[in-house]
T-cell receptor, first 110, second 117 residues
């Protein structure tokens, strides 16, 4: 199946700092989503972004499908941003479910 | 709009016992997924339904796990008999459909946390 690699695996930031999380994938994709898993385990949709750039408040994401990577930007981080960020992809035109990466664990300290 | 509903939220059982989890997807979503998430790992797909038909169950341990989606709406995932390594969070998700044009965007429930002693 399609391989999904996320980096860095762990990240510690001080409140107010900016960060970039990366997701590399091994094949063309039909669907790419970024999720935030909060400390209670809930997976929250951040972006549906198979290509292009989207922004939502302090978060933005860019997917360059031809080069098989996606980036998630977090600006002015807050302690509530802590948790695990997952990238998940669906192989192009497969009709199958998302494959998840191993995630980036983010801790934002006061 | 109501989200994906799951129950129970927590379950503790002893090995070799059985357990069942229930999921009600977002109204109008034809595709339903069960994922297993072991602590420290990303979610792994167990089974995908399109309406009441199975699309992919290649990673479902069929000797002990079963799932059904009668009438193409809610779904039940059963484990019998449970093993220690089944301790995990079982996540249900749904989407409008699959493929492009946004129909494959997944929405997750809060999950059911299983502990097998």
């Amino acid at each position: 199946g399609i391989q999904v690699e996320q980096s860095p695996p762990d990240l510690i930031l001080q409140e107010g700092a900016n960060s970039t999380l990366r997701c590399n994938f091994s094949d063309s994709v039909n669907n790419l989503q970024w999720f935030h898993q909060n400390p209670w385990g809930q997976l929250i949709n951040l972006f549906y972004i198979p290509s292009g750039t989207k922004q939502n408040g302090r978060l933005s994401a860019t997917t360059v499908a031809t080069e098989r990577y996606s980036l998630l930007y977090i600006s002015s981080s807050q302690t509530t941003d802590s948790g695990v960020y997952f990238c998940a992809v669906e192989k192009g035109n497969s009709g199958y479910a998302l494959n998840f990466g191993k995630g980036t664990s983010l801790l934002v300290t006061p | 709009e109501a989200g994906v509903a799951q129950s129970p939220r927590y379950k503790i059982i002893e090995k070799r016992q059985s357990v069942a989890f229930w999921c009600n997807p977002i109204s109008g979503h034809a595709t339903l997924y069960w994922y297993q998430q072991i602590l420290g790992q990303g979610p792994k797909l167990l089974i995908q339904f399109q309406n009441n038909g199975v699309v992919d169950d290649s990673q479902l341990p069929k000797d002990r796990f079963s799932a059904e989606r009668l009438k193409g709406v809610d779904s039940t995932l059963k484990i019998q008999p449970a093993k220690l390594e089944d301790s995990a969070v079982y996540l249900c998700a749904s989407s409008v459909g699959t493929g492009g044009a946004g129909t494959g965007e997944l929405f997750f429930g809060e999950g059911s946390r299983l502990t097998v002693l």
